[in-house]
């Protein structure tokens, strides 16, 4: 049977480049979903230029995302790994799809009253149009399947009635993506307000691991992280703190909750906290190794983002190439 396609796209910019709420949520997944699926990932630079970007940072952050998702075991070899702006069909299709979209439907995206809210100053076009391009990712690539967490799952239905629209005008273009729910997924909370997700735009840094912070850096944040003024390691309603540490240990150890609390029985938020801290720490250290290794490989990583774009580009000009017929562009003569 031939296998599933999965695609996903993960922003370079933001402090840090990915948190550990990221790993845990997303990436270690991609790794993991490689054995069963055909896996497309990219970084979506041209989805940060929505929010003001410094060049310098944005260029430099997502040679780095690129080399952290390698880090993080995706193989390239084996999946689709690519910077989207490097692959010029997203760009193009999502115009197409501009004109397939509408102003009603786009003014209902959450994102876009939060986004307009907090940068009040710059509310652009781009921002307005973001869910157009983010289908033209997801349907130049036929993707069964995208993983999405619960803050894009709009963004997705959107895709979806795009394509319903464009087929139904058309004929069958593009695939019609279904959402991909992990069967272990995790939602890590900010370690300092633990009822808010854990987010790179924190003002406060305690709140949030980065994937290349120090180990001493994780043991301190983890050490400061906001509990309750009880003792008792217990997984419950109300304990939001404890529960997120809980979850993140749990993710990382394969224990469960009873287990956990059977360890830490009779100890304290203090030696729980610890052990969290050194747990992170440690399964973040091939991650941090790796990295290390690769970002000073300037060579390799230039091979392999000019080998994803070449592979992208020529996947998913077939979907871009029947697109344009379909609206009827004319063909450039060979
Ligand atoms: N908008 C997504 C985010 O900010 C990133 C993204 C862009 C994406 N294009 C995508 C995710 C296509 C999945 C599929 O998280």
């Known amino acids: 049977m031939e296998k599933k396609s999965i695609l996903s796209g993960i922003q370079p910019s933001g402090e840090g480049i990915f948190t550990l709420g990221n790993y845990i949520g997303a990436i270690r997944n991609w790794g993991v979903m490689q054995e069963e699926y055909d896996c497309a990932y990219f970084i979506a630079d041209l989805h940060s230029l929505t929010v003001r970007q410094d060049p310098q940072t944005l260029k430099k952050q997502s040679l780095s995302a690129f080399a952290l998702l390698l880090a993080c075991g995706i193989d390239p070899d084996r999946s689709l790994l690519f910077v989207q702006s490097h692959v010029r069909t997203h760009a193009e299709l999502a115009w197409i799809l501009n004109c397939y979209s509408q102003m009603g439907e786009l003014s209902r995206m959450t994102q876009f009253k939060d986004k307009s809210a907090q940068h009040a100053d710059n509310i652009n076009a781009g921002l307005f149009t973001y869910p157009a391009l983010m289908a033209a990712d997801i349907l130049l690539y036929q993707a069964d399947l995208v993983p999405v967490g619960a803050d894009q799952k709009q963004h997705l239905e959107f895709t979806r009635d795009v394509a319903v629209r464009f087929n139904n005008l ?164 060979r």
């Open 170 to 333: 058309y004929g069958e273009t593009f695939k019609v993506p279904d959402a991909y729910i992990p069967k272990a997924g995790a939602k890590v909370m900010s370690l300092q307000e633990p009822t808010k997700k854990m987010s790179k735009s924190d003002e406060n840094k305690n709140a949030t691991v980065l994937l290349l912070d120090e180990p001493a850096v994780i043991m301190n944040k983890f050490k400061r992280a906001v509990t309750d003024s009880e003792k008792e390691v217990v997984f419950r309603e109300g304990k939001d703190g404890i529960n997120n540490l809980m979850t993140i240990y749990g993710v990382l150890t394969g224990k469960t909750n009873e287990e956990i609390e059977a360890e830490f029985a009779g100890k304290g938020y203090g030696d729980f906290k610890a052990a969290v801290g050194e747990c992170v720490a440690e399964a973040l250290r091939p991650v941090r190794e790796e990295y290390a290794r690769l970002i000073a490989d300037k060579a390799y990583l230039e091979t392999k983002i000019k080998e994803g774009a070449q592979k992208a580009e020529a996947v998913s000009w077939k979907t871009l190439r029947k697109a344009r017929k379909r609206v009827g562009l004319l063909e450039l003569p």
